[in-house]
C-alpha cells in the first residue's frame, strides 16, 4: 500500500533532485513507448531509484520516469506502466498519478493497447476512449480515502474529458488521421479472455477492452484532473476476426499505430 507518507517522500526525492514542474502527465502503455524519443529529455529516472515507487516487470516496458518538453509543454512520461496483474495493489498502481499530481500536473493523457470487440474496429486503429466499463475485482479508491487527493465519493460523469476528446477529433481530422471513439472495459489479466467473455463484453456495451487504464483514470479524477485516453486496437476479438493471440503480432500492431497516437498527443498538447 501507498500511504502519503510515501508518496510525498518519492516526490521530495524527485523535487531534491532536480527542479522542473510539469504541465502535463502521460502514461505509455505496451509497444507505444516511443513516443518518448520526441520528449527533449531533461531528466529521466529509473523506477527503482524513486523511493516506495513500484517497478514495472513486463518485458517491454522500459521503467522509466522521464521529465522534458514535448510540444512546447513540460511533460512527465512513464514509460511503462504497473498493473494489477503484475501483483501490485491497486494503490500501487495509481501511486504515480497521485505522484504527478503533487509535482505539479494539470492534465493527463493515457495510451493502451487493447482488443477490439467492436466490429468497426481493425488493427492498428486507435480508439478514443469515451468511457469506461470497470471489471476489476479491486478499486484504487477503497481503503481510508485519502483527503488531500479527493472526496470520498467522486463523480465519473465526465471520466474522459469532453473538451479534450472535441479537439483530438479535430485534430485527427485535420491530419487526415482515421479515429475512432468508444467504451473500454478493464479487466484484470493477464490471461487474455475467452470468447465467451468477449461475447459478453460486447453484449454490455464496450468496444474494446485491456488490463489498465482504468485504476488510473479514476485516481486522476479522484483528484479532478482531465484525462485524455486512446486504446491502441492490437488484436480483433470479435467471432468473424476471433484466432489465437500472438504476442508479437499484438506489440507490431501497437507500433504500427504508434506515429498517429504521437501525433495526436503531440497537436494536443500544443492546444491545451
Excluded: W
Excluded at 467471432?239 to 504508434?258: R, S, V
Amino acid at each position: 500500500m501507498n500511504t502519503s507518507k510515501e508518496i510525498k517522500e518519492a516526490k521530495e526525492y524527485i523535487t531534491k533532485t532536480i527542479d522542473f514542474k510539469p504541465e502535463v502527465g502521460i502514461i505509455l502503455g505496451t509497444g507505444l513507448g516511443a513516443l518518448v524519443d520526441d520528449i527533449e529529455i531533461e531528466y529521466s529516472f529509473s523506477y527503482k531509484d524513486i523511493p516506495n515507487f513500484p517497478v514495472s516487470t513486463v518485458e517491454t516496458h522500459s521503467g522509466k520516469l522521464i521529465f522534458g518538453e514535448l510540444s512546447g509543454k513540460k511533460v512527465v512520461a512513464m514509460q511503462g506502466r504497473f498493473h494489477y496483474y503484475e501483483g501490485y495493489s491497486m494503490t500501487q498502481v495509481v501511486m504515480p498519478v497521485r505522484l504527478m499530481y503533487l509535482l505539479g500536473i494539470k492534465y493527463l493523457f493515457i495510451s493502451n493497447a487493447a482488443g477490439g470487440l467492436n466490429k468497426n474496429l481493425d488493427l492498428s486503429d486507435l480508439m478514443i476512449i469515451k468511457d469506461h466499463i470497470n471489471l476489476f475485482p479491486e478499486n484504487p479508491l477503497r481503503g481510508k480515502n485519502l483527503d488531500e487527493y479527493g472526496g470520498r465519493f467522486p463523480d465519473m460523469y465526465d471520466a474522459y474529458d469532453p473538451t479534450l476528446i472535441e479537439k483530438a477529433k479535430s485534430i485527427a481530422k485535420q491530419q487526415n488521421i482515421d479515429i475512432k471513439e468508444g467504451v473500454y472495459a478493464g479487466v484484470a489479466g493477464p490471461n487474455l479472455e475467452t470468447p465467451a467473455e468477449y461475447k459478453y463484453l460486447d453484449i454490455i456495451g464496450a468496444d474494446a477492452v485491456g488490463m489498465s487504464t482504468i485504476p488510473e483514470n479514476i485516481a486522476a479524477r479522484h483528484i479532478q484532473i482531465p484525462v485524455f485516453a486512446v486504446s491502441v486496437i492490437t488484436d480483433l476479438c470479435y467471432p468473424e476476426k476471433l484466432k489465437p493471440a500472438e504476442i508479437p503480432e499484438i506489440i507490431g500492431a501497437a507500433m504500427n499505430a504508434e506515429p498517429k497516437m504521437t501525433k495526436i498527443f503531440k497537436e494536443l498538447l500544443k492546444i491545451i
